[in-house]
């Protein structure tokens, strides 16, 4: 499973960014993408995901600034990103967890984490 990030960028304060993050490869069905962050010196900070059902969850950092979106027919996960603030500055990872078929199983599925490879985001002050 490939993972694709783009739109990262430089923004001023207050400005906004949309991050685009499409799957590709063999696997049998998604059951949630998201967006990570990390931060020199920090812990990668999980920030938004959304269920196969549609369902999103946030951090507190980035509630009512950051909107989380897909497209099930592209197998594409979208970050909106409003309000931009200098410590928003990071690199981003989209994230997914697919079910994938256990080969020589006869149909058993087994779930897998994969990582896309970031993309920078820097927000100046």
């Known amino acids: 499973v490939q993972l694709q990030a783009s739109g990262g960028g430089l923004v001023q304060a207050g400005g906004s960014l949309r991050l685009s993050c499409a799957a590709s490869?063999?696997?049998?069905?998604?059951?949630?993408m998201g967006w990570y962050r990390q931060a020199p010196g920090d812990q990668r900070e999980l920030l938004a995901n959304?269920?196969?059902?549609?369902?999103?969850n946030y951090a507190d950092s980035v509630t009512g600034r950051f909107t989380i979106s897909r497209d099930i027919a592209k197998n594409a996960v979208y970050l909106q990103m409003d309000s931009l603030k200098p410590e928003d500055t990071a690199v981003y990872y989209c994230?997914?967890?697919?079910?994938?078929?256990?080969?020589?199983?006869?149909?058993?599925?087994?779930?897998?984490?994969?990582w896309g490879q970031g993309t920078q985001v820097t927000v100046s002050s």
């Open positions: 959304i269920s196969s059902g549609g369902t999103t």
């Open positions: 490869g063999t696997f049998f069905s998604i059951i949630f």
């Open positions: 994230s997914a967890r697919v079910f994938q078929m256990v080969a020589g199983s006869g149909g058993v599925l087994e779930a897998s984490d994969h």
